[in-house]
């Protein structure tokens, strides 16, 4: 029997902060008015001057995501009180209280707190952040950093606690605004943890068919989301050459998952509809260019694009955006079998474009290439697929963001937009005509790799825009950002960060502005 996963519940509370019962009590500071700062006089006053002699020992400097936790030995009602740093004011910006936010969670979790009181926003001009975004931020920080993933691990061997209540606490007049934007919060940071989840669980448990369950489930339970799964059967009936291809050595078969949001109501608008492709590789072995060992079982989380595309589907409803969206998921295990395509065939894709194989391990493209033809013949205005695609990727970006392809100008801005928004960064890197012109076959319309040095995740891409061709497109190669990189490991557990749901949520409620 599985673990139930930690439960994190956020609300809001309009009360006095010392009085109110809490394991911890999370303060913001800034390291510019560490000595005038309103919040540390006040409450070094409460403590008997704690507060004051570690500041003065310089222990605590308020340094961007620095912490110190004094206790409260009954003075006020809260048991610890942990100090953040929020670093110079002029730094400052919504990601890093959506990370400070993160931080206090983890460390709340950490140290096994039940109960963690947020007063995290005292100190911070409300011209820098409004305060609806003030809300928002501070509860998708708090999923973030209240995650766990272990739920294969035996009770009693990594304690924690059951479930952690966070109350966000203000008495000011932006009282109702900070409870509005942590309504949102609470979806878009339970949707992203959804994501963690699929990727984080193996791949002997989630494989194509149980990935096809789950969205089954989520759309059953979630208002304006359907679902529709096209099975092997139905994929090699219609002609989806490229993902039936990548599929068919492995015994658990492909499947595309295809959620569709109708909005309802009176905030129903016209318009055509998004379309958010997703590759979800439930493992990724490179099948019969077989990968090196070392580090292969990594890609089970080769899937994270179609995992954010089908969580994003759910925060999308929840919010009730009033844009039509449809979440495309081609999902395959990548094996190597007796079945398996191989380097030299000649596959016709579902858009009727040939493709030449020459490496089997260059998959994604090929599964990615058919959903986006399907997401044309649903009449998308905008397409924007989300994949772990290129090795290419992390070695031209690092760790630290994610790159970004387009052959519109407009959706590029509002892809960094929604970045920024998110706090899930992006860098734009170049596709199409000589990259493209890299992935032309002699002996087909395509080849799956370009056999030119470097470029391999701007090759990638063009040979995708050949299939978006005059549809706008936006292209997510979230291959850097797969697992939490080691300044993320500081405010977050380790392994998947279900990057692109906060993103693809603020482009859509971008396009809702
Ligand atoms: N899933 C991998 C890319 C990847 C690598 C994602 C590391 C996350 C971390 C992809 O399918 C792949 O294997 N790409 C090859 C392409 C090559 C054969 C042209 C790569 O990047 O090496
Ligand atoms: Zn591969
Ligand atoms: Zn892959």
């Avoid at 509370?13 to 999370?26: E, F, N, Q, R, V």
């Avoid at 670093?87 to 931080?103: V, Y």
């Avoid at 994270?304 to 589907?313: D, E, L, Q, Y």
């Avoid at 070695?395 to 387009?406: D, F, I, R």
Wanted: aromatic content about 6%; hydrophobic content about 40%.
């Amino acid at each position: 029997m599985k673990k139930q996963l930690i439960t994190i519940a956020v609300n809001f509370k309009s009360a006095d902060a010392y009085k109110t019962k809490a394991d911890m009590l999370a303060v913001g500071v800034f390291e510019d008015d560490l000595k005038k700062s309103k919040t540390i006089e006040a409450l070094d006053k409460k403590l008997g001057g704690s507060i004051g002699k570690l500041i003065k020992l310089g222990d605590f400097k308020a340094k961007q995501l620095s912490t110190a936790c004094v206790y409260s030995e009954g003075k006020i009602t809260p048991e610890r009180i942990l100090l953040v740093g929020f670093g110079k004011r002029e730094k400052f910006s919504p990601d890093i209280l959506r990370k400070a936010s993160s931080l206090a969670a983890k460390t709340a979790v950490d140290v096994k707190c039940e109960t963690l009181t947020l007063g995290l926003h005292s100190e911070i001009d409300s011209k820098t952040i409004s305060a609806e975004k003030i809300g928002q931020v501070l509860a998708e920080g708090v999923y973030f950093g209240a995650y766990r993933y272990d739920e294969f691990v035996g009770s009693g061997e990594n304690g924690r606690p059951v479930k952690l209540t966070v109350s966000i606490i203000d008495t000011t007049a932006a009282s109702a605004k900070i409870s509005k934007g942590i309504k949102t919060g609470i979806i878009i940071g339970q949707s992203q943890n959804i994501s963690r989840t699929l990727a984080n669980r193996p791949p002997n448990v989630v494989y194509p068919a149980s990935l096809a369950a789950e969205a089954k489930k989520i759309a059953s339970k979630t208002a304006g989301l359907t679902c529709k799964i096209f099975d092997y059967k139905q994929l090699k009936q219609k002609g989806f050459g490229g993902i039936v291809a990548v599929g068919q050595g492995a015994e658990n078969k492909p499947v595309m998952i295809v959620l569709k949001y109708t909005p309802r109501g009176t905030k129903k608008i016209k318009a055509a509809p998004v379309a958010l492709v997703g590759k979800a590789i439930t493992f990724d072995s490179g099948g019969i260019d077989i990968k090196p060992s070392n580090g292969m079982d990594a890609m089970k989380m080769d899937m994270t694009g179609g995992a954010s595309v089908m969580a994003t589907m759910k925060a999308i409803a929840e919010l009730k955006l009033p844009i039509p969206v449809y979440g495309i998921i081609c999902s395959a295990e990548n094996k190597p079998g007796s079945g398996s395509y191989r380097p030299g065939d000649i596959i016709t894709t579902y858009s009727g474009k040939t493709v030449e194989i020459l490496n089997t391990d260059a998959e994604g493209r090929i599964i990615l290439c058919d959903g986006i033809h399907y997401a044309k013949e649903l009449k998308c205005n905008t397409i924007v697929d989300i994949c772990t695609l290129t090795g290419a990727c992390i070695v031209a970006l690092g760790l630290h963001k994610a790159g970004l392809m387009s052959n519109n100008d407009k959706l590029l801005e509002e892809m960094k937009q929604a970045a920024v928004d998110s706090g899930e960064p992006l860098w734009h890197l170049p596709c199409g005509d000589e990259y493209a012109d890299e992935m032309k076959s002699k002996i087909a319309d395509l080849r799956n790799i370009s056999l030119t040095k470097g470029g391999g995740s701007s090759n990638a891409a063009s040979f995708l825009a050949e299939f978006a061709g005059n549809t706008n497109w936006a292209h997510l190669d979230i291959a850097p950002t797969m697992e939490a990189s080691d300044p993320l490991k500081k405010i977050t557990t380790q392994g998947s960060i279900g990057f692109g749901v906060r993103l693809m949520t603020e482009y859509v409620i971008g396009l809702c502005k």
